[in-house]
């Protein structure tokens, strides 16, 4: 099992540009979640989905949209990147209900500069 | 809204001396916490869980609810223990993290 997969691993944005972050998991999680992490601030929640087609909004989604259009893929978009989104994101999942109750898997992250 | 505080940034220890990673928590009922490690250049993983109270890596963390804290505990650090770590409150379907703790482990 590859787990929690991110692509890109890197990427360099001018401000204004747009682009979409993949996430994938081929652990049949309900429920995924993205999360960016700066210097000083920890990791952050910017939206999660508790299910297929469904999403909500964390601690700091302005900026963000995110989908969830089939369980294993949850995709975070940047329509107009700001440098104040330059960051490293980090998607995780999880599954209720079974022995890893509420234990977030994560997967390796993506560096994003916005200039 | 519950919160979660980690006081120390930065925390630096010789090897082989105690460390103590300190973690307090806000939350107005039972609270589920866990820490977080993220090694260098590695994702982050679940170190320990409370509801466990098991020792991983020879750490061990205990809940004190009349001192809302979580504190992160290791007797003899050892040089592979420098990492993040991140103190962490679950609650409706959501981790909330600390700021996390740098920890640097000296020969």
């Known amino acids: 099992n590859a787990g929690v997969t991110q692509t890109p691993k890197f990427r360099v944005l001018k401000t204004g540009q747009s682009m979409t972050l993949l996430c994938a998991q081929d652990m049949n999680h309900e429920y995924m979640y993205w999360y960016r992490q700066d210097p000083g601030m920890g990791l952050r929640l910017i939206h999660y989905s508790v299910g297929e087609g469904t999403t909500a909004k964390g601690e700091v989604p302005d900026g963000y949209n995110v989908s969830r259009l089939k369980k294993q893929n949850f995709l975070l978009g940047l329509e107009s990147a700001a440098p104040s989104q330059t960051s490293v994101y980090f998607c995780?999942?999880?599954?209720?209900?079974?022995?890893?109750?509420?234990?977030?898997?994560f997967g390796p992250g993506t560096r994003l500069t916005v200039l | 809204a519950q919160r979660v505080t980690q006081p120390e940034k930065l925390l630096s220890v010789f090897k082989g001396a105690p460390v103590e990673l300190k973690c307090n928590y806000s939350y107005s009922g039972s609270p589920e916490l866990f820490w977080y490690v993220q090694y260098s250049r590695q994702r982050l993983q679940l170190l320990l869980r409370h509801i466990s109270r098991e020792s991983i890596k020879g750490f061990t963390a205990d809940l004190n609810k009349g001192e809302t804290s979580f504190h992160l505990k290791k007797p003899f650090a050892q040089e592979e223990d420098s990492a993040m770590y991140y103190c962490a409150l679950f609650n409706d379907y959501k981790l909330s993290f600390g700021a996390g703790t740098t920890v640097t482990v000296r020969a």
């Open positions: 995780a999942s999880s599954s209720p209900g079974t022995s890893k109750n509420n234990e977030q898997f």
